[in-house]
Nanobody, 124 residues
Framework: QVQLVESGGGLVQAGDSLRLSCAAS????????MGWFRQAPGKAREFVAA????????FYADSVKGRFTISRDNAKNTVYLQMNSLKTEDTAAYYC?????????????????WGQGTQVTVSS
């Protein structure tokens, strides 16, 4: 069955960096656009970043543009989220998701598969 497994979360200080990874199995990874979403306590899940099947196109939420970078390695069936200059408001559970389209959506309802999430906590 399809599995998406996130890793790399943790507790960091404001200004630090983290790289999240999401390893996919049970699907033809290169046939899926990949996205990252996050959910802070008491808030709805929100779009963070997404990348097209071959990595030619990337999309970011305004709140992370210039600080976060999404990338993928289709040979390793893995998508990454490099997070720099972290802020306390970036604290959330981060989820990766897969969508069988060429151009990824920013809407979580469009994604076919989801990981279980990895927690990122940024302290001041």
């Amino acid at each position: 069955q399809v599995q998406l497994v996130e890793s790399g979360g943790g507790l960091v200080q404001a200004g630090d960096s983290l790289r999240l990874s999401c390893a996919a199995s049970g699907l033809t990874f290169s046939n899926y656009a990949m996205g990252w979403f996050r959910q802070a306590p008491g808030k709805a899940r929100e779009f963070v970043a997404a990348e097209s099947r071959r990595g030619a196109s990337t999309f970011y939420a305004d709140s992370v543009k210039g600080r976060f970078t999404i990338s993928r390695d289709n040979a390793k069936n893995t998508v990454y989220l490099q997070m720099n200059s972290l802020k306390t408001e970036d604290t959330a559970a981060y989820y990766c998701a897969a969508d069988m389209v060429w151009v990824p959506s920013k809407r979580e309802v469009d994604y076919d598969y989801w990981g279980q999430g990895t927690q990122v906590t940024v302290s001041s």
